[in-house]
């Protein structure tokens, strides 16, 4: 195999791994800044896959193949879906003031029975035949003209998935909102001080449900994207992990949206590198799988260095009650 | 209604919380630009009153008029929009913000970069602010985050918030128990100006001089009710006697025995000990108290008096000198060493020190015995002996729990916490008890009570320091004073060869 090519596989590829985490650490932002704990993003992504990926196959009798609206369909289904899911969230977070780890870790469990629950029914029904997963293909790939021919740098502008624009385009909007608009403002004090909203006229239980729906929206996002590129499918291997990576960075990012950008970089090119390094060398798939740890290994040694300076927002994960003391 | 001589009137309102009826029947009108407080113990219902009329709380019965017309005060952004604002107790402030976002917050001004993008307009926000702050003399940076400013700018950025929403109806929740005599009198400069403006000013607290000092009128609320309502130039005396419902004594020197001082019970040698910056906040202090004395540390907040009690009840090391327990050496011994050795702690912080706010009240009265038999058996707790010692002290200390031994702490009064915590400390058979701020935030009636306590173990044989920054309560209760400046004790006085204006002149440092 050739260096270059490697040299061009590793940023694309990296870039394919670290942008459907980064849109859910980005949703885990909304909902985490907002004082509620988010620890549902596997559950939501996959939910979100699901119904993207239905609104796929539903539609595919009616527009044939290869159309060009089916990815906005599946956007469209997948946010809807991750959106509803998380209300579940909102409801048992916001309304009932539960604890929100178990809420978390219901929506996680949850999502994965009830999906693949779901897809063998829909598959029984539509094609008598019964499987566990939907076939979606995955998107075209393309190349940005002037950029891709930078040295080194361009591979990242080669064999783009048009999902990875769309999620640095949600990245760019959420930091305006977050840091520069009145519902960011507002969002980020649930989070500090849910009681200096409350005693300045705001409504923190409808700012959380927003910032809930928003991370179920992104979240959901976030899942079609995997499953119509990197799998070509969705079935339960969806399931693997994507969402706790996603809260890693999100922690290791300190909540913020450019250090999580870097974070969710860092742990697609260690992954994407040591994936082609392995390939490279013609290593058995003992040896791949070991070095594939690496990145995960580094997290944990980098955190025990940089968690003393991270600051979580300071009411994560209380339930605002007025009365409180 | 003719009733417009009001701003704001309250008409027969009741608000019921479950098992307490926190505002029964209440009616009060208050007038444009006076400025109006409302006195009462801890729990009397000033507070829940107030937060109906910011819209916090609904009134179960009753109605709520401003400036003549009845009014549904259904949420804070209803009662803003009617020009009423609130200082809370406990600051509403986000700490990782700006003060201008926080200032702005609920009420941002929003613009629209390139038609498309809105976002707060927080410099505009600061021009207005900065013009605020001048009018009223309220000086703040609003470009400083909440986290590095102090106090009492903490407070000026809540009396911002509400002139920044124009309101006309100002209210105060004990504004003054966090602050230095000198930013009270600030404050109180501060208010002065507010009414001169022509805005109202209701202001909830329980210091009578700080009633005589501003105010025009008093309503004085007890045990949910109201009790009267007196011109301000009313007497101390009779504001308290209705506070509390019978005489009270105003002034603490009253034990009817003269000290008798017995052996040396502390000896503190040459102690010094590292603030939390670093620095030596207590600079080689030498003291030492006899049983049957109150030792009184005066002083300005923050001159090393926390860090010196911390030193002696053990929660930090010191970093030179000696403490000696009745002659032993317990200068490296723990907290429960010492506490075994003899040594009770009322600390400043009730909440966060003295109890475990979400334990029952028989917990928090166990907390210092439960490893010993009756009250545990072979490492299994005994849950009714708890209940039965909790019940003799609850009845012995007169603590006020609506549900008995079985209360959450959580939901007591300060004034209720703090018997608890010194019912727990007196019960331990300890030779010294440390008392810092004792009555901090407290009512006259609770005060009362605590100052009888103290010269009752006094009289007792107990050796007693006491750390108070009230230098009434240091010159009415101590035997011997010692003012502590900079870190250094600068002078021991026996309380009756000195006079208040000679220890406030060492306070201030200048008879050094």
């Known amino acids: 195999m050739d260096v270059m090519d490697v040299m061009d596989a590793i940023p694309a590829d990296g ?48 527009l044939g193949a290869g159309s060009p609206c089916l990815v906005y369909i599946a956007m469209a289904g997948a946010m809807i879906g991750g959106m509803s899911f998380s209300l579940l969230h909102a409801l048992l977070c916001v309304r009932f003031k539960a604890q929100q780890v178990i809420s978390g870790m219901v929506i996680n469990t949850l999502a994965m029975a009830l999906t693949t629950f779901l897809t063998s029914v829909v598959n029984e029904a539509l094609t008598s035949q019964v499987s566990n997963r939907f076939q979606i293909g995955a998107s075209e790939r393309f190349t940005l003209p002037i950029l891709s021919r930078i040295p080194i740098f361009g591979g990242f502008f080669r064999n783009m998935y048009p999902f990875e624009l769309v999620i640095l385009a949600v990245a760019f909007v959420s930091w305006h909102v977050l840091y520069k608009t009145r519902f960011g403002l507002r969002l980020r004090a649930c ?21 809930i729906m928003i991370c179920g929206a992104l979240a959901g996002l976030g899942g079609i994207f995997v499953a119509y590129s990197v799998s070509a499918n969705f079935s339960p291997s969806i399931y693997m ?6 809260i890693a960075a999100m922690i290791f990012g300190n909540w913020k949206i450019s250090p999580t950008f870097a974070v969710c970089m860092f742990f697609g090119l260690t992954k994407s590198a040591g994936y082609q390094i392995c390939l490279w060398l013609g290593m058995t798939s003992n040896y791949t799988d070991l070095l594939l740890v690496i990145p995960y290994v580094v997290t944990l040694v980098l955190l025990v260095f940089f968690s003393k300076r991270n600051q979580p927002p300071r009411a994560l994960g209380d339930p605002f009650d007025k009365g409180k003391r | 209604m003719a009733s417009s001589e009001y701003i704001v009137e309250f008409r ?83 700490p990782s913000y700006t003060i201008a976002e926080n200032i702005v917050l609920g009420m941002e001004p929003v613009k629209k970069a390139a038609e498309l993008f809105p976002y707060v307009d927080i410099g505009a926000a600061s021009k207005r602010i900065r ?82 000092s501003i105010a025009d009128r008093v309503a004085v609320l007890r045990r949910g009710k109201l009790a009267a309502i007196l011109p301000a130039s009313a007497s101390a005396q009779e504001m308290a006697d209705l506070t509390v419902g019978r005489p009270v004594s105003l002034s603490p020197s009253s034990s009817s025995l003269r000290a008798r001082f017995r052996d040396v019970v502390l000896q503190v040698e040459n102690l010094s000990v590292r603030g939390e910056n670093g620095l030596d906040a207590v600079k080689g202090v030498s003291f030492s108290i006899r049983g049957g004395e109150i030792f009184a540390i005066a002083g300005v907040s923050g001159n090393g008096q926390i860090e010196l009690a911390d030193a002696i009840a053990g ?91 079985g209360t959450i702490a959580r939901f007591m009064s300060g004034g209720n916490q703090q018997k608890t915590i010194i019912a727990r400390e ?18 006259v009636g609770a005060i009362e009570n605590i100052h009888r306590r103290m010269l ?49 002149e060492y306070m201030m440092g200048a008879a050094s």
């Open chain 2, 426 to 443: 007196l019960s331990t058979d300890s030779s010294l008890m440390i008392f810092v701020q004792p009555t901090r935030g407290l009512d």
């Open chain 2, 131 to 212: 013009d605020l702050s001048k009018t009223y003399g309220l000086e703040v940076d609003p470009a400083l985050r909440i986290e590095q400013v102090g106090v009492s700018t903490q407070q000026r950025v809540e009396i911002l918030k509400m002139l920044y929403r124009d309101a006309e109806i100002l209210i105060f929740d004990e504004p003054t128990s966090v602050l230095t005599p000198r930013e009270i009198e600030f404050l109180m400069d501060v208010m002065r100006g507010l009414r001169e403006s022509g805005r109202t000013i209701v202001l909830i607290t329980h210091k009578l001089e700080e009633i005589k």
């Open chain 1, 15 to 62: 870039l394919s791994f670290a942008m459907p985490l980064l849109i859910m650490a980005i949703g885990g932002i909304y909902c985490e800044r907002g004082g509620v704990l988010m620890l549902a993003l596997e559950g939501l992504q996959g939910f979100g896959a699901f119904t993207g990926a239905l609104s796929v196959v539903l539609c595919l009798p009616l």
């Open chain 2, 456 to 504: 009752g173990e006094r009289d007792k044989g107990r050796a007693i320091l006491l750390v108070s920054l009230e230098l009434d309560e240091v010159m009415g209760l101590a035997d011997t004073i010692g003012v502590l400046y900079g870190g250094r004790l600068l002078k021991i006085f026996p309380a009756d060869r000195t006079t208040v204006g000679e220890v406030g």
């Open chain 1, 241 to 246: 992990g994507y969402g706790y990576m996603a």
């Open chain 1, 191 to 211: 989070g500090e001080n849910p009681h200096s909203l409350d005693a300045a006229g705001g409504n923190v239980g409808r700012t959380r449900v927003i910032a």
């Open chain 2, 12 to 94: 027969g309102v009741t608000k019921k919380f479950p098992g307490i009826t926190a505002n029964d029947d209440i009616s009060i009108g208050i007038r444009r630009g006076e400025i109006f407080a409302l006195l009462g113990e801890n729990g009397a219902g000033k507070s829940t009153l107030m937060s109906m009329l910011y819209g916090m709380y609904e009134p179960d019965a009753g109605d709520i008029f401003i400036r003549g017309e009845r009014v549904a005060l259904s949420s804070p952004s209803a009662a803003t929009a009617l020009g009423i604002g609130m200082v809370h107790q406990h600051f509403r402030l986000v």
């Open chain 2, 315 to 405: 929660l930090v090391p010191p970093c030179g000198g000696r403490i000696l327990l009745n002659g032993r050496n317990v200068t490296s011994d723990g907290v429960g060493r010492r506490t075994e050795a003899g040594v009770s702690y009322i600390p400043e912080d009730r909440q966060r020190y003295g109890l475990v706010l979400d334990f029952t009240v028989a917990e928090n009265l166990a907390i210092k015995k439960y490893r010993r038999a009756p009250y545990s058996k072979s490492g299994i707790l005994n849950r009714s002996a708890f209940r039965t010692e909790a019940e003799a002290m609850i009845a012995r200390y007169d603590i006020r729990a609506s549900g008995g031994a």
